[in-house]
């Protein structure tokens, strides 16, 4: 595996030789947390925006109450439709975690944890009662891995004991791990399916120390054919100027940028591993927040004009006919998302490369907020956000060299 000469990537690599994950080490490790902490002390910006956004959050209050439920439906003509009673207790779960980490105080980490058992001992099930569609997959997969960044946090919380703490691990295995196995999905559904499955797949694997999930999951990423969540397939076409067209491009903004969401997720979550999927194929997942990104971007001095980005039409075997997709899609063009911060930094201020649309972009999200944030609907908790208090880095020292950069030779010249 590819690793970055640090005492962080020792550990991990030591870690991973000796069959042992590295914890807390999903989306954030102790090191960002002592980062986050001591920003926050400091009042330093933008760690310190994002956190009062955080504080303002009515997820993120001592006093959250849970609302458990034994079964949750997702998707249109699901009855009873309760999808936001899940949704809203794992974002909490999440922010109460964030805020007990970084301020220290257990009323945080309390109602963290008190959410969680409400939830384990209940929950049975999510799918659809009363009606066909198959939007809970997207709900084992989001939600799992959230849920998964969650519990990875509160781990170690003397106030969760490992009887509460197993149980949990049991219903997230039971309920969601299972839904989220279900791939390849074939080349009929886009690829946010797969990525938010995929995702889940990886957190679980870390937050039950089970080897070979995690490993099936990177398997796939880096190598698997047969769906639209490999990196080859996902990112369907790098152009030159290393711009690299996402799958779903051509269907709409919204989901191209969720891509960019899932594609962060799953790339952090195994870097904090040891596993550089950021540096996959050349950086391909920069090439592709790059592309997303600038497509995405007014050009400076207008209102309403975007910048025109390279595109090669794809057919796409969706749901429910075959067509084609022939122009980078203008639906929801300009959508903004709490999900630039972690890839910005990484390529930048780990990596020393450059990513000046994704720069621009996260510009104007930041400072980020996350679940609450965001309107009240499925949208707003499709990413956990709140990026500019997790993943803002101090600039790189200059003259770093860049890493991850592999030359190709065309006709002779690189
Ligand atoms: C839907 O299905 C569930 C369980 O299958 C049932 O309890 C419920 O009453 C059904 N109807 C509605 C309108 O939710
Ligand atoms: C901890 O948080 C609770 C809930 O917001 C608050 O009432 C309490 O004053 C805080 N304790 C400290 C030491 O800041
Ligand atoms: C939890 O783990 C972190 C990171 O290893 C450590 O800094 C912290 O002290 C631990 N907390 C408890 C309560 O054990
Ligand atoms: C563990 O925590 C749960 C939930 O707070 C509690 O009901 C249970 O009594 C605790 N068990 C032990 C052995 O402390
Ligand atoms: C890890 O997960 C796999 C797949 O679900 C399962 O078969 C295996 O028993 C698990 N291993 C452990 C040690 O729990
Ligand atoms: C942009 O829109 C605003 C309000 O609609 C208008 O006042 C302004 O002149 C526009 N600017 C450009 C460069 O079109
Ligand atoms: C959006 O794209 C459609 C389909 O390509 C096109 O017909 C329409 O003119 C575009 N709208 C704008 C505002 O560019």
């Keep these: 595996m590819a690793c970055k000469v640090s005492f962080f990537c020792i550990l991990a690599l030591f870690a991973y030789a000796f069959g042992g994950f590295v914890h807390p080490g999903l989306l954030h490790t102790q090191t960002d947390f002592n980062r986050m902490a001591q920003k926050v ?6 760690w ?15 006093t959250y109450n849970p609302n458990p439920q034994s079964f949750v439906n997702r998707g249109s003509g699901c009855t009873p439709s309760n999808t936001m009673a899940l949704l809203y207790d794992v974002a909490a779960s999440y922010q109460l975690a964030l805020r007990w ?32 569609s198959h939007d809970f997959l997207l709900m084992a997969g989001m939600q799992g891995y959230q ?3 969650a519990a990875e946090i509160m781990r170690n919380y003397s106030g969760w004991n490992t009887t509460a703490f197993n149980q949990f691990k049991t219903m ?13 999905r074939g080349l009929a559904e886009y690829a946010n399916w797969e990525l938010a499955m995929l995702a889940a797949n990886l957190a679980l694997g870390v937050l039950t120390d089970n080897q070979t999930i995690f490993d099936t999951a990177i398997n796939y990423i880096q190598s698997g054919v047969g769906g639209q969540g ?3 397939q996902s990112i369907y076409y790098v152009h030159p100027g290393n711009l690299g067209q996402g799958e779903e491009a051509g269907r709409d903004q919204g ?9 962060t997720v799953i790339a952090q979550m195994a870097w904090n591993q040891g596993i550089d999927l950021y540096g996959y194929a050349n950086n391909r997942i920069l090439a592709f927040a790059e592309y997303t990104a600038k497509g995405n971007l007014l050009v400076p001095g207008s209102n309403s004009t975007y910048y025109t980005v390279p595109y090669i039409p794809m057919n796409v075997d969706a749901w429910p006919t075959e067509y084609w997709e022939n122009v980078f899609a203008n639906g929801s063009i300009g959508a903004g998302r709490p999900t630039w911060g972690c890839i910005y930094h990484h390529y930048v201020n780990v990596k020393g490369l450059a990513a000046p649309f994704t720069g621009k972009m996260l510009a104007l999200q930041t400072p980020e907020g996350g679940g609450g944030n965001y309107g009240s609907n499925t949208g707003g908790y499709d990413q956990l956000g709140y990026e500019t208090l997790t993943c ?23």
């Design 41 to 46: 002390a400091a009042n330093a910006s933008p």
């Design 48 to 62: 310190i925006d994002s956190y009062k956004i955080l504080e303002a959050n009515w997820e993120a209050s001592a």
């Design 101 to 132: 980490k970084i301020s220290g105080n257990n009323s945080y980490a309390d109602a963290a944890v008190r959410i969680m058992n409400a939830w384990s001992p209940k929950l049975t099930g999510i799918g659809c009662q009363n009606g066909s």
């Design 147 to 149: 849920w998964a960044n």
């Design 172 to 184: 997230m295995m039971n309920v969601f791990y299972p839904i989220t196995t279900q791939y390849p």
């Design 230 to 232: 490999p990196l080859a």
């Design 255 to 263: 989901h191209n940028t969720l891509d960019v969401s899932h594609l």
């Design 392 to 414: 803002t880095l101090d600039p790189i020292s200059k003259g770093s060299a860049p890493s991850g950069l592999t030359a190709v030779l065309v006709g002779g010249s690189v």
